[in-house]
């Protein structure tokens, strides 16, 4: 303390030191008197304090009945010691035919350059790594599509060093799901939680092989819930992804993505190259229902509307109508508006027209793309699907029925 501070402590004026003294001795006269008659018990004094008090009163302890669990700084650990040896490395390969480039079969060519054409191989293999988890003791393997995507031969290491062949029993390119089957016995497996009551704030612990690198834990939180397939960048998909900054790189897709208990939240399966500390995770609900029918069947069917739609906003509709290309004109300021309509599609046949804004899906009201989407997703093959939409400025009600999503028409959003 420097001398102007420990000066501006003290009292400025005799009469504030006055006031301080006088605080001192009444308080050491109260002491005085209390003394007095804590020493003396048969001080009149005592005995008119002892008169003045409350009957005495037995007193309970106060007891912590909220039981409020104290946090183990090392959960981390603890989770990736029960989780760890049910997490497993997946290398995957697959043999790509590869042709001469283009005109170098052209006969001329080769009577031009006679034995010097660059011999190209016929042939080679592609080796992907990637991670998943098993949820059988039987060898049941959940990981990604794009992982195990055209493979002829699948190797599944576990953490113990055994490496067991695989075979894949079934993936959905829609979903990005795929299950690999091992034979094998009393494997130590995973415990899934309830992806539909996660929050943002809650821990987020990713195990997998990013870049080869075996055995690798990070850990963040989640970011965020129902991330659309068109906020990922990967529109063709029909996932609301879970958003986490648990560090997430080529080779985690397929692995866990675990809550503080250990149970599994979601499948690790894109980052956004644009960014840093993102990463996406399909949440375990849809995984569970997509894996249980590529097992039961071998394929999943989703419904398909065939019509190309984005999210009206003022942004939106400013930039169609001032495009002189775009080939539309929207008037509503709000809904779904279809941009393009497959032809031949469900949505052809009802007909439902490019321009048009969907806002109301059987009895619901809709306000964005995703909306429409997952309502399509769950809507089983066949069956009516109430539309109410605005043309032109007017009401329109259509009845569509969706088909089956065509391997060919993957990549359309509803």
């Given at each position: 303390m420097s001398q102007s501070e420990f000066q501006s402590d003290f009292p400025r004026s005799n009469r504030g030191w006055r006031a301080s003294l006088a605080s001192v001795l009444l308080g050491a006269s109260v002491a005085t008197t209390g003394a007095y008659i804590a020493w003396n018990p048969s001080s009149p004094l005592r005995q008119q304090a002892q008169a003045q008090l409350p009957p005495t009163t037995s007193v309970t302890p106060v007891q912590n009945t909220q039981n409020v669990p104290i946090r183990d700084p090392n959960f981390i650990t603890g989770v990736v010691k029960d989780v760890g040896p049910a997490v497993v490395r997946i290398d995957a390969s697959r043999t790509v035919r590869a042709s001469a480039p283009q005109g170098f079969d052209d006969p001329m060519f080769r009577q031009f350059f006679g034995g010097r054409i660059p011999q190209q191989p016929s042939q080679r293999v592609q080796r992907g790594v990637g991670s998943g988890f098993i949820v059988s003791q039987d060898g049941r393997i959940i990981t990604n599509a794009h992982v195990v995507a055209g493979s002829d031969t699948v190797e599944v290491l576990l953490k113990d060093g055994r490496r067991l062949q695989g075979r894949v029993v079934g993936a959905d390119p829609v979903t990005d799901i795929a299950v690999v089957k091992v034979e094998a016995n009393n494997l130590p497996t995973v415990k899934l939680s309830n992806s539909d009551q996660i929050q943002p704030g809650e821990w987020a612990i990713a195990i997998g092989n990013p870049l080869g690198l075996d055995n690798t834990v990070t850990a963040g939180i989640i970011s965020a819930t129902g991330r659309s397939s068109n906020d990922v960048g990967i529109p063709d998909k029909r996932i609301d992804f879970i958003q986490t900054d648990a560090a997430i790189n080529p080779g985690n897709s397929g692995g866990p993505l675990l809550n503080d208990r250990g149970e599994v939240i979601g499948v690790n399966t894109a980052i956004r190259a644009d960014a840093q500390g993102i990463g996406f995770a399909i949440p375990i609900n849809m995984v569970q229902r997509i894996s249980e029918e590529l097992v039961s069947k071998g394929t999943v069917q989703h419904?398909?509307?065939?019509?190309?739609?984005?999210?009206?906003?003022?942004?939106?509709?400013?930039?169609?109508?001032?495009?002189?290309?775009?080939?539309?004109?929207?008037?509503?300021?709000?809904?779904?508006?279809?941009?393009?309509?497959?032809?031949?599609?469900?949505?052809?046949?009802?007909?439902?027209?490019?321009?048009?804004?969907?806002?109301?899906?059987?009895?619901?009201?809709?306000?964005?793309?995703?909306?429409?989407?997952?309502?399509?997703?769950?809507?089983?093959?066949?069956?009516?699907?109430?539309?109410?939409?605005?043309?032109?400025?007017?009401?329109?009600?259509?009845?569509?029925?969706?088909?089956?999503?065509?391997?060919?028409?993957?990549?359309?959003?509803?």
């Open positions: 419904a398909y509307l065939g019509v190309q739609m984005v999210t009206l906003t003022p942004e939106v509709r400013q930039d169609i109508n001032s495009d002189p290309n775009s080939g539309l004109q929207v008037n509503e300021e709000q809904g779904v508006l279809v941009v393009r309509v497959v032809p031949n599609s469900p949505a052809a046949r009802a007909g439902i027209r490019a321009g048009d804004v969907i806002r109301n899906v059987n009895g619901q009201n809709i306000a964005e793309a995703n909306d429409l989407q997952n309502i399509v997703e769950q809507t089983s093959i066949g069956s009516d699907m109430q539309l109410q939409l605005r043309r032109d400025g007017q009401d329109v009600n259509l009845t569509v029925q969706p088909a089956a999503l065509p391997a060919s028409n993957a990549d359309e959003q509803g």
